[in-house]
């Protein structure tokens, strides 16, 4: 075993779990845009809603969580890992890279994302960055030969893959390859990477059978939990006084949110 099964619940743990940050920056996004929430033209209310960014979040975060796994992975195959941080291009934009290792002879790069079902516009920007960052390396080891990887982990979806395909058929960046992988073609391109990948298979399957009936995304009591009642008091001034204000969507916010409990109440008599 490369990385066990307890391992990889502690990640999840330490990405997901919900705690006072958490909910602290969920109440400033909600009082930074309240129509998104209780605007009169949304069908859903404020705490449906609520559920669906939580959820999104939780998907952004799981894919942090098989990054990381990625990099340990690539260690444990005797791959050197670099740091990820490219630093900035010609525009001064700050430039990340998911995977950047080396096996002594080569240089590779990769681009990854859960699966591939982006629009137009997300699909032609993620190329670009991509393009940025091959760039990038290419200047920085002029005398390696470069794999360039975009890589979708979820095989089940595969809907820009002739646009990839195309544009890195046009890519001319000398001493440089490009490759296309979706779910384990990455891994089975690797040194030993067979055994990686269905391990990390084998880990996502077992956590998938032992949750599968667990409703893990909860949204608590705005009135009357613990954990909003904390995060109400951290708010910084400016928002507190937005989340009290006569406006009307605030006052919307406030009914729809807050009308099951005494959070609001108690927490004016602390912060006067």
Not at 24 to 41: A, M
Not at 77 to 101: A, P, R, S, T
Not at 195 to 219: F, G, Q
Request: net charge negative; with cysteine.
């Amino acid at each position: 075993m490369i990385i066990s099964y307890d391992k990889f619940c502690k990640l999840l743990v330490d990405h997901i779990q919900s705690g006072k940050n958490f909910y602290l920056s969920l109440l400033e996004t909600i009082i930074d845009n309240p129509s998104r929430y209780c605007g009169l033209f949304r069908l859903s209310n404020a705490k449906s809603k609520l559920i669906q960014n939580v959820t999104q979040s939780r998907e952004i975060k799981f894919g942090d969580v098989i990054e990381e796994l990625t990099t340990e992975y690539l260690s444990k195959l005797g791959y050197k890992n670099y740091d990820k941080n490219l630093g900035k291009d010609e525009y001064g934009d700050n430039l990340n890279v998911d995977q950047y290792f080396s096996d002594g002879n080569y240089i590779y790069m990769v681009e990854m994302k859960i699966r591939d079902d982006h629009d137009s516009t997300k699909k032609r920007g993620q190329y670009s960055n991509f393009h940025k960052k091959l760039v990038l390396l290419r200047k920085r080891h002029p005398d390696k030969h470069i794999n360039a990887i975009m890589w979708f982990v979820d095989d089940g979806l595969v809907k820009n893959k002739n646009y990839y395909k195309e544009e890195m058929s046009k890519e001319n960046v000398p001493n440089s390859s490009l490759h296309l992988y979706y779910g384990g073609e990455f891994f089975e391109s690797l040194n030993n990477g067979h055994e990686a990948w269905n391990e990390l298979i084998e880990i996502l399957s077992m956590y998938r059978r032992e949750h599968s009936n667990v409703d893990d995304v909860t949204i608590p009591d705005f009135g009357s939990s613990k954990e909003i009642f904390n995060a109400l008091l951290e708010l910084d001034d400016r928002h507190w006084k937005k989340l009290l204000s006569d406006k009307k969507e605030y006052e919307q916010l406030r009914n729809e949110l807050f009308s099951d409990g005494d959070n609001l109440e108690k927490v004016k008599k602390i912060r006067i």
